[in-house]
């Protein structure tokens, strides 16, 4: 299958140095896949995020994109002037403006209906995500992209995102990448996970990535109950999840 975005051997250092953030990096996402990206603090996932879209300078490599791809993009945080008054309506159509039906409709797909006259500094974490969610999805985009979507958010609400993205992803059949630390529930809503620490450690379906070695040594114990929830998730209604193999080199430790 065709893919959206592919990455090959992309490498990737801090601005003004040769300090190596990614290295030898190979990526790929197909239409209506679900993708997470994991690892630690530092390990480099927002920075291939970045490099994906065309923020960042590569080192070597280069990335490819479908012709004419539309993206919807969630940013890890938005930085919004508490003094400037600005309404979840008028948020909307920063930077095209977008009709109130429109905007009435990515607000009620998302969860959040009625918000429109809703100053942004008075919602909620989760409300404010869905209203990020919402106007990324005002394009219509073939590939979704978040980064650290759910940061702030209680158990509850972090559950409650990712059943929001799995159901855009079978209405819309939009590809999904995301970046997440929320180990105990991202498993649930990935097609494929790949960890990430400079270089992409292993990679594969979320039931082989949770047995790998890399992923243990990375993550600890924490990596136990991830597994043990992927597997009773899997049992019972996440059948669309292709088996398949990891592959990568071990990561047991930060760079």
Do not use: W
């Not at 590939?143 to 609400?157: A, H, I, N, S, Y």
């Not at 409650?160 to 991202?186: C, N, P, W």
């Not at 669309?240 to 760079?255: I, K, N, Q, S, W």
């Amino acid at each position: 299958m065709t893919a959206l975005i592919r990455a090959q051997d992309l490498s990737v250092s801090h601005a003004g140095t040769d300090l190596p953030v990614l290295r030898h990096v190979d990526f790929r996402i197909a239409p209506a896949e679900i993708v997470t990206v994991v690892g630690p603090n530092g390990s480099g996932k927002s920075t291939l995020v970045r490099a994906l879209l065309g923020h960042l300078a590569l080192d070597s490599g280069r990335v490819e994109r479908a012709p004419g791809l539309r993206i919807g993009y969630v940013p890890q945080r938005v930085n919004i002037e508490r003094a400037m008054p600005m309404t979840v309506r008028r948020f909307l159509s920063l930077p095209h403006r977008v009709s109130d039906a429109d905007a009435k409709a990515v607000l009620d797909r998302t969860g959040v209906p009625g918000l429109q006259a809703r100053q942004i500094t008075q919602l909620s974490g989760g409300q404010l995500q869905r209203v990020l969610l919402a106007r990324a999805l005002l394009n219509d985009p073939q590939l979704l992209v978040l980064d650290e979507p759910t940061q702030g958010l209680d158990q509850p609400g972090i559950v409650a995102f990712y059943k929001l993205i799995e159901e855009v992803r079978a209405e819309t059949g939009a590809a999904v990448l995301m970046v997440s630390h929320d180990l105990l529930v991202v498993m649930r809503a990935s097609d494929r996970v790949m960890c990430l620490n400079g270089h992409v450690c292993c990679e594969g379906t979320p039931q082989a990535v949770s047995a790998a070695p890399a992923y243990r040594a990375m993550f600890g114990a924490e990596s136990q109950g991830t597994l043990a929830l992927y597997q009773h998730h899997h049992d019972h209604d996440h059948d669309h999840v292709a088996e398949g193999h990891v592959h990568g080199p071990d990561c047991a430790h930060t760079h």
